[in-house]
């Protein structure tokens, strides 16, 4: 699996401005939402479920996952949390 600082330059040379390591805790859930931003992302440690579009992916360590901006999703987090790095790149302003 590549180094963070590998993850960053290759998310910057795509466009996302800002990349960061999300920590969440076992077995935590986050009901439906949105963000103003695209992201980028790879799972660097646990498990999480991510529901998208009524479609349910189970990603582990090493998986990647990517969502445009204002999509509505749902998250649920394994018994271990999760972490890992996400790329956020913010539609230009109108």
Known sequence: MQD???FEQESQALGYGEVLERVW???EEVAIHTHPFAVRAL???GE???TCNGHTQHLLPGQRFELDAEVPHAE???PQGAVFWAAR???PAA
């Open 76 to 78: 649920r987090y394994g």
């Open 43 to 45: 799972v660097v440690e």
């Open 48 to 50: 999480f479920w991510l």
């Open 89 to 91: 790149k913010y539609p």
């Open 4 to 6: 963070f600082a590998t």
């Open 25 to 27: 805790q076992a077995n």
